[in-house]
């Protein structure tokens, strides 16, 4: 591999090279990625199985727990919220104007 000297570039092509060489690293690694696959499918099928027989189908399901709304703004039923994260402007407002969360809840 060649030296490279950096220190002639100015900013602007340091940030060009920057981005370009994060984009050839991610090309290659999905490349590596559909070659591992490839052989894991070619193992699976010389085996007389298909890979999803051996790893199970992928739901499509997020990991990611979902919380059920439990606040709704009254003034536009489209906008609610589940207690957890941050608070939305319309709740912000509503602590100001000395509401309470009791008068959001859903029943």
């Given at each position: 591999m060649?030296?490279?000297d950096l220190?002639?570039l100015?900013?602007d092509e340091?940030k060009k090279?920057?981005?370009e060489?994060a984009?050839?690293i991610?090309n290659?690694e ?8 490839a052989a894991?499918e070619a193992?699976?099928?010389s085996?007389?199985?298909?890979l ?5 189908a992928?739901t499509g ?6 919380n059920?709304?439990k606040y709704?703004n ?11 994260g941050?608070?939305?402007?319309w ?5 100001a ?8 809840l859903?029943?």
């Amino acid at each position: 591999m060649s030296d490279f000297d950096l220190s002639d570039l100015n900013l602007d092509e340091l940030k060009k090279l920057h981005k370009e060489t994060a984009a050839a690293i991610q090309n290659y690694e999905a490349r590596r990625r559909q070659d591992a696959l490839a052989a894991a499918e070619a193992a699976a099928k010389s085996a007389g199985y298909s890979l999803k027989d051996l790893v199970g189908a992928p739901t499509g399901k997020s990991t990611k727990s979902i919380n059920p709304p439990k606040y709704r703004n009254p003034d536009d039923e489209t906008q609610t919220w589940s207690g957890r994260g941050r608070q939305p402007q319309w709740i912000k407002d509503a602590l100001a104007a000395n509401k309470s969360l009791d008068d959001f809840l859903i029943a």
